[in-house]
């Protein structure tokens, strides 16, 4: 538990060894230093946190359900921003963040399309790959800009020709 209130974790992100950034659902903040937990900060308040991402240990950024991110550095908490105020479709749910660096993002939200952000300003940049029924719980996960890979809970994955050949788990 990170704050007083009863609240489900809702990610963590380790940098390294050394450094963790822990977020619960009503956007309180914990992080790791190699031996200890710190005390609770406020992220992203009054919203339902959904995902933390922290490429570096001086930058983590998070996203919360009604489409507003929020970034972690040195001098603390940025205020909430809406990722895009003009979404083709309506409005950004987000499920998933990674950053791969600290001036890059990829967002999963619910309807399986994918956000990037370089720095600045968010951009649709795909779509999951599914091939039958709904996009459920897209995550995603990046190793480098544009190095990504994304599944849903039917473990369909972007960027595969074919999701047959994705091994399932039995």
Known sequence: RLAEHA???EGVSCPSTLSCTAIDEFG??????GSSWSKPSTADSGQSTEAISCPAEAFCMVVDFDGGETTWGRQGWTPRKTISANAPGGSIYPESISCAT???????????RLWAWKGSGWKLSGTLHHVVGTIDNPRVSCVA??????????LYTLGLPDPSTVPLPH
């Open 7 to 9: 609240a489900s974790l």
């Open 28 to 33: 309180s903040a914990a992080t790791w230093d």
């Open 102 to 112: 600290t001036s890059w993002c990829l967002v999963a939200d619910n309807l399986g």
């Open 145 to 154: 800009p544009g190095a990504c890979v994304d599944a849903d809970r039917e």
